[in-house]
């Protein structure tokens, strides 16, 4: 049975999208949800609409000072940390790479790759000190599939080796770790994109499902895996994608089946 009702869980990015509805998930099944976000006004509204189990700090994954002092004050408000999704991220850019400036590249990575080695390593220090528990690390599709957000991509990639190499290093702490990897998601993010002239018709049809994935959709899947439901899944990297990382192989063949 999915059951985080006795979980303490730290979210990363948790004022908005994906984060957002791991918030809302978690907060609807009971949980003590701990908000770190770089955007305080959106951190604060979202802890008071879910509520006196919601906790906001302030904190930059790209700061080790900042994050301390965030879990600290996190450490302050609520039970010993027994969960933590890490779903904080910039926006990738998508320059060939002859055209790419290096702090691009380097901020995408320092911001999606540091930033998940860094919230591993300081809450899965506490859940050493208080019996173990659960971390979910934000991949994505761009892991396993290329495409031109040549920063994103080697980020989510290297996220995926960090989220199997923490999983064996804690296995005998009692700290599992997995990654979950969404496609394409109606988010904010992606529909800021189609005001400003994006079409999103080509992703759609190159979708197994005709459709986006919806937020809850990623956060059923990340209840599940910091729950006791997947007490012997450690290491995975699910892909949450509505199928379109499937869709490459029938693209030669001219469409998708109807």
């Known amino acids: 049975m999915i059951d985080v009702s006795r979980k303490s869980i730290v979210v990363t990015g948790g004022a908005s999208g994906i984060g957002a509805a791991v918030c809302g998930a978690a907060i609807e099944q009971g949980a003590y949800v701990g908000v770190i976000d770089i955007d305080e006004d959106a951190g ?11 906790f906001f700090a302030a904190g930059n994954v790209e700061s080790e000072s900042s994050m301390n002092e965030a879990i600290s004050k996190l450490s302050s408000d609520m039970p010993n940390f ?8 910039v926006m990738p850019t998508r320059e060939p790479i002859v055209e790419a400036p290096l702090e691009n590249f380097d ?9 998940t080695f860094l919230t591993c390593k300081l809450l899965g220090k506490k ?6 528990g659960s971390i979910v690390t934000l991949s994505s599709v761009l892991a396993i599939r290329p495409g031109p957000v040549l920063g994103y991509g080697a980020a989510k990639a290297g996220i995926i080796n960090l989220t199997q190499s923490l999983a064996v290093q ?3 702490k009692n700290i599992r770790v997995n990654a979950i990897c969404p ?16 079409d999103l018709s080509p992703i759609i049809e190159m979708t197994p499902l005709g459709r ?6 990623i956060s059923n899947v990340v209840m599940f895996l910091l729950s006791d439901a997947s007490s012997a899944v450690t290491g995975s990297a699910v892909v949450v994608d509505c199928g379109i990382t499937l869709a490459g192989g029938y693209m030669p063949y001219g469409r998708l089946p109807d």
Do not use: S, Y
């Open 107 to 115: 901020r995408v990575l320092r911001n999606h790759l540091n930033g």
């Open 127 to 132: 859940m050493l000190q208080h019996g173990g």
């Open 82 to 89: 027994n969960g933590a999704v890490c779903c904080a991220g």
């Open 212 to 217: 986006l994935a919806e937020p809850h959709e």
């Open 170 to 172: 804690w296995g005998k």
């Open 183 to 198: 496609g394409w998601v109606d988010t904010p993010f992606i529909r800021k994109q189609e005001a400003a002239g994006r």
């Open 44 to 54: 604060r509204t979202i802890c008071e609409k879910l509520g006196d189990k919601a």
